[in-house]
Structure formats: structure tokens, C-alpha cells
């Protein structure tokens, strides 16, 4: 059974870098089926897609964050990583990794879900 | 850039009802590209529904997908108690760069 697990730093300071790891077990990261993404949550509000990676290293960005992230993969660790630069405490939310489905037949959705971790943007 | 919209933002309804949400977008959205999330506090999002009316993987057959074009439905046809959360809908836009986005949700709460 896939698993997705989020770690990284809980506590971030104000314009510092947001570093987190999502570690894939049961399955392998280098499908072609699959894009691996992370998603966030601010306190109390909804859903935010911040980015997707393919196996194959291609990356795709939310346009309004596009210019502050980097995500990145690694293969013989089956990993995949967040960096998010120049942080305020608008950036303070539960960041989430997730599966995709996608093939030539189509969008299968983000099926596989981390537990989500919460990162505070603090002095 | 598509923008989703979703109502009511609260439906309060109670057990045994039906519940009835609904996703719009701002443009025409492929029906194989709509999705439908469950999420009840402190858990991460649930997959529900993929291509507007596909259950996944172990989702109940009371759960229903439909729509087409911008206008699109997730039917809870007898609410379960576990069912009270909230719901998204996500579009996945496919043309070169990807991206998803993703509906405010619509809170189901016990009446």
C-alpha cells in the first residue's frame, strides 16, 4: 500500500527558506502514471495547489507562487522535496504531498495523501 | 485561469437527507478532468470522484458525480453521520503548464 509522508522543519522564521521532504514507501516514485505534488492549507481555509513534479524531473508551479518554490525529486531516495523562499506568516499552513493520476486516458485525481504538516512562519 | 466556485458555502442537513453540492468554473472544463475531495478535520483530503462521475477506489455508491461544460453536482443521496465535512472540487487544467485548482469547498454540518 502507498504511503506518503511530509517532514521538514514546524517552525519557519520570516523571509527564511520553508524546506520539506515527502517520502514515498509501497510503491516507487518513477512511474509514468504519476505526478507528485504538494498542497497546502492555511489555518481555517481551503485548499491551495503549490506545485508538481514528474518523475523525469519536469515541474509545474501555481503562478502566484511561481517565483518563491522549487520543487525537486530524487529518485534513488524515493523523494520528492518543497522549498519555498522569502516566507511571511501568510505562508503558515498544514503542506500536504500527493499522488496524481494522470495518463493518456486521463486525470485519475491526487489519490494518495500525506498526513499533512503544519508549518508556522515565526520570528 | 479557471476559477472554480462552489455552493452553498454551508449545508446544513441531517442524517438520512440528501445533499446536493454544486461546482461551477468559470469556463468550460473537460468532465475527465473534475474531481471531488472529501475532508473532515484535522485528515488530509479524501479522493471521492475523478472524471466528474468515477468513485474511487472504496467510495460508497451513495457518493455521485455529474455535470458537464461549468456546471457540476456531487450528490450524497443518504448522509451518514461520517459524512458531515467539508467537500472540494478540483479541476485539472491540462494544457501546457499543468495545473490544478481547487473550489472553496462547501461545509456539510449536522442541522
Known amino acids: 500500500q502507498l504511503q506518503l509522508q511530509e517532514s521538514g522543519p514546524g517552525l519557519v522564521k520570516p523571509s527564511e527558506t520553508l524546506s520539506l521532504t515527502c517520502t514515498v514507501s509501497?510503491?516507487?516514485?518513477?512511474?509514468?502514471?504519476?505526478?507528485w505534488g504538494w498542497i497546502r492549507q492555511p489555518p481555517g481555509k481551503g485548499l491551495e495547489w503549490i506545485g508538481s513534479i514528474y518523475y523525469s524531473g519536469s515541474t509545474y508551479y501555481n503562478p502566484s507562487l511561481k517565483s518563491r518554490v522549487t520543487i525537486s525529486v530524487d529518485t534513488s531516495k524515493n523523494q520528492f522535496s518543497l522549498k519555498l523562499s522569502s516566507v511571511t506568516a501568510a505562508d503558515t499552513a498544514v503542506y500536504y504531498c500527493?499522488?496524481?493520476?494522470?495518463?493518456?486516458?486521463?486525470?485519475?485525481?491526487?489519490?494518495?495523501w500525506g498526513q499533512g504538516t503544519t508549518v508556522t512562519v515565526s520570528s | 485561469e479557471i476559477v472554480l466556485t462552489q455552493s452553498p458555502g454551508t449545508l446544513s442537513l441531517s442524517p438520512g437527507e440528501r445533499a446536493t453540492l454544486s461546482c461551477r468554473a468559470s469556463q468550460s472544463v473537460s468532465s475527465s478532468y473534475l474531481a471531488w475531495y472529501q475532508q473532515k478535520p484535522g485528515q488530509a483530503p479524501r479522493l471521492l470522484i475523478y472524471?466528474?462521475?468515477s468513485r474511487a477506489t472504496g467510495i460508497p455508491d451513495r457518493f455521485s458525480g455529474s455535470g458537464s461544460g461549468t456546471d457540476f453536482t456531487l450528490t450524497i443521496s443518504r448522509l451518514e453521520p461520517e459524512d458531515f465535512a467539508v467537500y472540494y472540487c478540483q479541476q485539472y487544467g491540462s494544457s501546457p503548464p499543468i495545473f490544478f485548482t481547487f473550489g472553496p469547498g462547501t461545509k456539510v454540518d449536522i442541522k
Open positions: 509501497g510503491g516507487s516514485i518513477s512511474s509514468s502514471s504519476y505526478y
Open positions: 500527493a499522488r496524481t493520476v494522470v495518463t493518456p486516458f486521463g486525470y485519475y485525481g491526487m489519490d494518495v
Open positions: 472524471g466528474a462521475s
